[in-house]
């Protein structure tokens, strides 16, 4: 999913393309990309773009006669920038956005279609769609700390969940908690005084870094390679492959359709987190140490590994 870095790089590149051009027009290959009735595309054809936002992670076009267009991209929708009047990508097309000099596509990989286009009125409207996390970048050592320990969450979920802190996700996540050198599974009501001053600032430094990063990649192209695992990334993706600190292997917590990646050297004392999956199958089986996971592996099979 696109997080804060991504976006930011998305409407840097879309501001210097349709900012104070005219929306001519919308045109939607899926039904169900518009998730909202009143005002309708009709209302915004036509209108002038004043602005772009973000909101969490999702992307605002501040149009006209206090009209927005709400895009969030979730899981696997990206934007590409075309010549004007170019055709709907065929089998991954949901969406283009007509403007005098170009044309912005909406493509969405995979079979579950979660990409979500919502229209409002008013500010008062749009910010209905704000999960009203807090803006890392923008707080201040007490704020941080007061979003964190408001409820008792695992850390990963903590930093994930965007009623708390806005647009992070799973990718950078893992990139933050390994700079912070905490464990994914710490309580956040566990944590001392010099635990949260770590966070916090490795969170913003991973932040800026990596906004800085895609900036300098994208140059004035505009973004066309945007993914959550990219070369340079710590332990986000990169299960087995060896730590840029320490050298350990990095692991997984593999859950539902998302994965936790973690150095157990740098985060976790060495001690191996439990895969939901796996520890229920090998209960007092399941390795504890990155040793007795070798051992594991050297007696098991090249077929079944």
């Given at each position: 999913?696109?997080?804060?870095p991504?976006v930011?790089?998305?409407?840097?590149?879309?501001?210097s393309?349709?900012?104070?051009?005219?929306?001519q027009?919308?045109?939607?290959?899926?039904p169900?990309?518009?998730?909202?009735?009143?005002?309708?595309?009709r209302?915004v054809?036509?209108?002038?773009?004043?602005?772009l936002?973000?909101?969490?992670?999702?992307?605002?076009?501040?149009?006209?006669?206090?009209?927005?267009?709400?895009l969030?991209?979730?899981?696997?929708?990206r934007?590409?920038w075309?010549?004007?009047?170019s055709?709907?990508p065929?089998?991954?097309g949901?969406a283009?956005?007509?403007?005098?000099?170009?044309?912005l596509?909406?493509?969405?990989?995979?079979?579950?279609?979660?990409a979500?286009?919502?229209?409002?009125r008013?500010?008062?409207?749009?910010l209905r769609?704000?999960?009203?996390?807090?803006e890392v970048?923008?707080?201040?050592?007490?704020?941080?700390?007061?979003?964190?320990?408001?409820?008792n969450?695992?850390?990963?979920?903590a930093?994930?969940?965007?009623r708390i802190?806005?647009?992070?996700?799973n990718?950078?996540?893992?990139?933050?908690?390994?700079?912070?050198?905490?464990?994914?599974?710490?309580?956040t009501d566990?944590?001392r005084?010099?635990?949260?001053?770590?966070?916090?600032?490795?969170?913003?430094?991973?932040l800026?870094?990596w906004?800085?990063?895609?900036?300098?990649?994208?140059?004035?192209?505009?973004?066309?390679?945007?993914?959550a695992?990219?070369?340079?990334?710590?332990?986000?993706?990169?299960?087995?492959l060896?730590c840029?600190?320490?050298?350990?292997?990095?692991?997984r917590i593999?859950y539902?359709?998302?994965?936790?990646?973690?150095?157990?050297?740098?985060?976790t004392g060495?001690?191996?987190?439990?895969d939901?999956?796996l520890?229920?199958?090998?209960?007092?089986?399941?390795?504890?140490?990155?040793?007795?996971l070798?051992e594991?592996?050297s007696?098991?099979?090249?077929?079944?590994?």
């Amino acid at each position: 999913m696109p997080e804060l870095p991504d976006v930011v790089v998305y409407i840097e590149s879309l501001q210097s393309r349709v900012v104070g051009k005219l929306l001519q027009r919308i045109r939607l290959a899926s039904p169900f990309l518009l998730r909202s009735v009143q005002p309708t595309i009709r209302d915004v054809e036509n209108t002038r773009v004043l602005g772009l936002r973000r909101l969490g992670k999702r992307i605002v076009f501040c149009l006209e006669r206090e009209l927005f267009l709400i895009l969030h991209l979730m899981i696997a929708g990206r934007l590409h920038w075309k010549p004007a009047g170019s055709r709907i990508p065929g089998k991954l097309g949901l969406a283009a956005f007509d403007f005098p000099d170009g044309t912005l596509t909406l493509t969405e990989a995979g079979t579950k279609k979660r990409a979500a286009l919502h229209i409002a009125r008013g500010e008062n409207t749009l910010l209905r769609h704000d999960p009203g996390g807090l803006e890392v970048l923008e707080a201040a050592a007490g704020e941080f700390r007061a979003a964190l320990t408001r409820e008792n969450h695992t850390l990963k979920r903590a930093l994930t969940d965007p009623r708390i802190f806005s647009g992070i996700g799973n990718a950078y996540s893992d990139e933050i908690l390994h700079r912070a050198q905490l464990s994914p599974l710490k309580r956040t009501d566990q944590l001392r005084e010099d635990e949260i001053a770590r966070l916090h600032r490795a969170a913003r430094q991973t932040l800026v870094e990596w906004t800085q990063r895609l900036r300098e990649e994208a140059g004035e192209r505009f973004p066309e390679k945007v993914t959550a695992f990219r070369e340079g990334m710590a332990v986000h993706g990169r299960y087995r492959l060896p730590c840029p600190v320490c050298g350990a292997p990095v692991q997984r917590i593999v859950y539902a359709e998302n994965e936790t990646n973690y150095c157990p050297t740098c985060q976790t004392g060495g001690r191996l987190l439990a895969d939901r999956s796996l520890s229920r199958l090998l209960r007092d089986d399941w390795p504890r140490t990155l040793e007795e996971l070798e051992e594991v592996r050297s007696h098991t099979p090249l077929k079944h590994r």
